[in-house]
């Protein structure tokens, strides 16, 4: 299988259509397979989706969770669980993430990634701009701003620098042959988690031209992992640190740096709180 498209999902019964109908029209040259875990959905998400599979019968492969993942506990690994296991069960070369509640808006995005990619060895990850839109009516804008860099290294996710928006990437399945670092399960920011360890394969790279919509809710995680949220700041100083001694101490001056605006923020969070 030439590329998975990762879908995981909870309670997106207003929006998994548009995700799956965005999938669906890709134009390929390859084979790829969809892959969808919904995380015990309350709402019509898993009927949804099983109305899909139908229809599209062999192309959708979905672990319909009767009882959710987990962990309940701390809030701010919501979701984890099935993520990871969703991770692991997409066996194409490369994988393609999209959560329940983004979509794409290229039917040519698949193919333009993977022809990159193929082209590219030395990439390990391909990204692209992506249109932010609002639940509660804010101004619609652009994930990137025009001067984002056409090619990025872990270096600059260590300078904690975020510029992918998930329903971008397309990556090359790093996770089919090997497990998760060590330090990934204690990290809240899963997101980061997964493209920390991808960049350590390769470089990343961008392509300008928006692909997709990403959606802005109040029920989206974006609003746990807020920076009010002290417990959040000091995992993911946390995170940062461990990622440090993964990397065997190489990039030690750039974390250094980043771990220093922690020590700063958390200090100031002591402060409010004394």
């Known amino acids: 299988m030439k590329l998975s498209v990762c879908v995981p999902t909870y309670n997106h019964e207003r929006y998994i259509g548009q995700m799956l109908d965005g999938a669906l029209m890709q134009v390929t040259d390859f084979e790829f397979e969809i892959v969808i875990g919904d995380d015990a959905s309350t709402d019509a998400t898993p009927a949804i989706i099983r109305e899909y599979q139908e229809k599209n019968p062999g192309r959708i492969r979905a672990y319909l969770h009767s009882e959710n993942q987990g962990p309940k506990e701390p809030r701010e690994f919501a979701g984890r669980n099935n993520v990871l296991q969703l991770l692991k069960a997409c066996k194409g070369e490369y994988v393609a993430m999209c959560e329940g509640d983004d ?101 990343i790279g961008y392509f300008p031209e928006p692909m997709g919509v ?45 771990l220093a605006r922690y020590d700063e923020q958390l200090s100031l969070f002591e402060k409010i709180g004394s």
């Not at 794409?104 to 990619?117: E, G, I, N, S």
């Not at 399945?173 to 670092?181: E, G, I, T, V």
């Not at 109040?218 to 993964?246: C, I, P, Y």
Request: net charge negative; glycine share 4%; no cysteine.
């Open 214 to 258: 990403y959606h802005k809710h109040s029920a989206g995680l974006s609003n746990v992992h807020a920076n009010t949220n002290q417990k959040f700041w000091q995992n993911r100083r946390d995170m940062f640190e461990n990622v440090g001694k993964w990397l065997g101490n190489r990039y030690d001056e750039v974390i250094a740096k980043t």
């Open 103 to 203: 979509y794409w808006t290229d039917p040519l995005k698949l193919q333009k990634q993977v022809d990159f990619l193929d082209a590219n060895p030395d990439f390990a990850i391909s990204h692209h701009n992506v249109l932010v839109t609002y639940e509660d009516g804010s101004p619609e804008h652009f994930f990137n701003t025009p001067d984002q860099k056409a090619v990025s290294s872990i270096e600059d996710i260590l300078e904690d620098k975020w510029f992918m928006a998930t329903a971008s990437w397309v990556y090359r399945n790093h996770f089919l042959q090997n497990d998760f670092a060590d330090w990934h399960a204690k990290a809240a920011a899963g997101d980061w988690a997964v493209i920390i360890q991808l960049a350590a394969q390769g470089k």
